[in-house]
């Protein structure tokens, strides 16, 4: 059974720094691309960034750009998503998600999120 | 980047009855190389992650009920809930990847 355990989530002030973790289980992790993708409260759905299952490609989308960086562990079977220069605006659940293709697939199995939580 | 639009924003439909949800990409989502539609609907309830409901705009995800079908091509698809029952109450998500990620604004579904 595929699953998906994030953790890290935490309160953080507005320029601090955070470290999320996603545990994955059921399936061989190098295999597959993974993808980190948020809610912010009352708001919608937003795709944060990419990593293929070799962990050579990585793709962020525009808002966290050159603040975050995607990384997976093989060995531990871990992917991580390092965020500095944290804003209000980075406040929300954030999902670790499995991909079925490469950068172009759809997400069949997620993680239950962990919460950050940007404030002063 | 590609816009993806849904409407309605919210959609109150009666126990039994079929609700619709339309979804709308800025450029067409159709590749050529393997005539698919790159575009997925997931359904949200508070608390828990997305579900993958449709992909490749009209394959239902194993263990999803028959009364969920997608269809469309191009740009323009739609979600279409049959027999609407209870627990079909959440928020309905459209996403395109042909290009890099993006979602729809969502569509919240309840029991009219």
Not at chain 1, 31 to 38: D, E, F, I, K
Not at chain 2, 63 to 73: C, I, K, L, M, T
Request: charged content about 15%; overall charge positive.
């Amino acid at each position: 059974e595929v699953q998906l355990v994030e953790s890290g989530g935490a309160l953080v002030q507005p320029g601090g720094s955070l470290r999320l973790s996603c545990a994955a289980s059921g399936f061989t992790f190098s295999a597959y691309s993974m993808n980190w993708v948020r809610q912010a409260p009352g708001k919608g759905l937003e795709w944060v960034s990419y990593i293929s299952g070799s962990g050579s490609a990585t793709y962020y989308a525009d808002s966290v750009k050159g603040r975050f960086t995607i990384s997976t562990d093989t060995a531990k079977r871990s992917l991580h998503l390092q965020m500095n220069s944290l804003r209000v605006e980075d406040t929300g659940v954030y999902y670790c998600a499995r991909g079925d293709f490469a950068y172009s697939s759809f997400w069949r199995y997620w993680g239950q999120g962990t919460l950050v939580t940007v404030s002063s | 980047d590609i816009v993806v639009t849904q409407s309605p924003d919210s959609l109150a439909v009666s126990l039994g009855e079929r609700a619709t949800i339309n979804c709308k990409s800025s450029q067409s989502v159709l590749s050529s190389s393997n005539n698919k539609n790159f575009l997925a609907w997931y359904q949200k309830k508070p608390g828990q992650p997305p579900r993958l409901l449709i992909y490749w705009a009209s394959t239902r995800e194993s263990g999803v009920p028959d009364r969920f079908r997608g269809s469309g091509s191009g740009t323009d698809f739609t979600l279409t809930i049959s027999g609407l029952q209870a627990e079909d109450v959440a928020v309905y998500y459209c996403h395109q990847y042909y290009d890099s990620h993006t979602f729809g604004q969502g569509t919240k579904l309840e029991i009219k």
